[in-house]
């Protein structure tokens, strides 16, 4: 496709403004509760219908099936999915490879258009969106709409950056010579999206490949093709060529590894766990036949993330900071919150507060909006039982630590706090990745400094206290890619907060800041002697 072809086909659109992040819906206006209930029908409707393969913007069948299962109701269907299998992956490059000159070519002005059209859409139907949220993956209303409205922000404030990478220009100009600073794609790139933010994170990947110049293989997780499906079709919208980002939901150990391991594969951009994180970057490592590249990973993997609360803080902004990291969501975040690490003089009437706040916290149905909905599916939910009962062992359970029962059979957990844990504790150590807190008693704030510190993760940290040596001390020495003072640990903002984390939390990629395009170009200096 020519390059006038694809201007043509996305209609040309400068950004309005400086970026600025989309506002969150107010709840308490009945306006809004009112949509939020259409929205909700409006999408239960469309429930179980069957979603493609596509590959350079045709639509596939294939034998295999994903069901894509509704984690409130288990016996829902939200959507059916073709499964790409190991022998896709070769169609699949195909036909990124097919779009990359074209679309590589095309203007920035162009790509970043394609990204402000897609906002725009997505802002218009933004109820509709965290409806499908809501049932594919369970988050109630608030957690679904910051899902939303980060997805808009990443469109928004990518597109900003590619335009802003496009007019860099080197630091002198070296006499004599006309010199330039081009920040040029990759080539093809497989993007590999997780579940829990199955919008902003699977959006965010994709927008900054695809206005970088690449062209994407897209593989969502197996427990939210839907939403993905969702977003290619807004993409087609807004006018995306064919090939430039491919639909392929499919096996992590077939599908996935294949295209990790094709010689064609530039780039892969994943977020997840760490294993899988670490398998992906092995397999990534190992040079293929006819390869001519080191291939780029960027990967967003775990957490274990704490909250230091020292005897100075006040006790009821640190018990309101530590629930909401903890449990928004049912813990299922990379950033939540699962030990909480308090000073001894405090340590009592924290867990007692912290007791009584959790208890007054309700679960059930996201589409009635409780504070907490379900885990993803029943395997997770075994798994964070299991973590529970070794808790119990290691510590003093203080609430929870049941299943909630429905009628419909929900994977509903109730939330579960679990005292007096060594710092060295499975529960203290292990992503658990669901709604259990870990609360760990230490002597001092240098005390609770090591301890924040001993795990093999590093992504995101909070510290209550009125000291402002403390705070300077932790600017330097609380190793994590995401730190916050006297707020919660959780809800990274698209530009004030560029997101990623250290050590075995990845590679610190630090989306939604001025650095994340970076990761998806390569820079090439042209330096032209003048006449």
């Not at 992040?21 to 029908?41: G, S």
């Not at 992590?252 to 391991?261: D, L, R, S």
């Not at 975040?333 to 507060?353: L, N, Q, T």
Request: with cysteine.
């Amino acid at each position: 496709m020519a390059t006038e072809t694809l201007t043509t086909a996305i209609p040309l659109r400068s950004p309005q403004g400086a970026f600025a992040n989309e506002p969150f819906t107010n709840f308490k206006d009945p306006d809004n509760v009112r949509r939020m209930h259409a929205a909700l029908d409006l999408v239960a409707v469309q429930l179980g219908r069957e979603y493609e393969l596509i590959l350079g913007g045709h639509r596939i069948k294939t034998e295999g099936k994903i069901r894509s299962l509704n984690p409130s109701r288990p016996d829902q269907v939200v959507g059916i999915h073709q499964r790409a299998e190991a022998q896709h992956a070769a169609d699949a490059m195909q036909a990124a490879l097919a779009a990359f000159p074209a679309w590589s070519h095309a203007s920035v002005e162009t790509r970043a258009s394609l990204l402000l059209h897609a906002a725009d859409i997505i802002r218009r139907r933004k109820f509709e969106f965290m409806a499908w949220l809501t049932f594919e993956v369970g988050k109630n209303w608030a957690e679904a709409d910051a899902d939303v409205g980060e997805t808009i922000d990443f469109l928004e404030y990518y597109a900003r950056e590619a335009l802003r990478l496009a007019a860099a220009k080197p630091t002198i100009q070296y006499h004599g010579e006309r010199d330039e600073l081009l920040y040029i794609p990759l080539g093809v790139g497989a993007v590999i999206s997780p579940w829990n933010f199955p919008f902003a994170i699977m959006a965010g990947m994709t927008a900054a490949s695809i206005v970088a110049g690449n062209t994407v293989i897209l593989k969502p997780s197996s427990d939210s093709p839907t939403i993905a499906a969702r977003f290619v079709d807004v993409l087609e919208e807004a006018g995306m060529p064919g090939g430039v980002v491919n639909f392929c939901p499919g096996s992590g150990a077939t599908f996935g590894n294949a295209i990790v391991e094709h010689p064609m594969t530039r780039f892969i951009a994943f977020t997840g766990s760490k294993s899988v994180g670490l398998e992906i970057h092995e397999r990534a490592a190992k040079t293929q036949p006819g390869q001519k590249w080191i291939k780029r990973t960027i990967l967003e993997m775990g957490g274990k993330d704490s909250i230091l609360v020292c005897a100075d803080a006040d006790l009821d902004a640190a018990v309101d900071g530590v629930v909401a990291s903890a449990f928004g969501f049912s813990g299922q975040k990379c950033s939540a919150c699962s030990r909480a690490i308090v000073e001894a003089p405090i340590y009592d009437a924290f867990v007692e507060r912290l007791r009584e706040r959790v208890e007054q916290l309700t679960v059930g149905d996201p589409a009635k909006n409780p504070n907490m909905g379900p885990v993803i599916n029943k395997a997770a939910m075994n798994t964070i039982l299991g973590y529970i009962e070794t808790g119990k062992k290691e510590g003093r359970l203080i609430t929870g630590g049941q299943p909630v029962p429905t009628d419909e059979n929900g994977y509903f957990l109730q939330p579960t706090v679990i005292a007096d844990v060594a710092p060295t504790a499975v529960l203290a150590q292990e992503e658990i990745f669901g709604p259990v807190l870990a609360v760990i008693k230490v002597s001092s704030f240098e005390d609770g400094l090591d301890v924040a510190n001993n795990t093999e993760y590093g992504l995101t940290g909070a510290l209550y206290t009125s000291d402002c040596e403390r705070l300077e001390r932790a600017r330097r020495d609380f190793h994590v890619g995401n730190l916050y003072f006297n707020r919660k640990c959780t809800g990274a903002m698209v530009g004030a907060h560029p997101f990623g984390g250290f050590n075995m939390s990845g590679t610190d990629s630090k989306a939604g800041g001025p650095d994340y395009l970076l990761l998806f170009t390569q820079a090439k200096s042209v330096a032209e002697k003048l006449q």
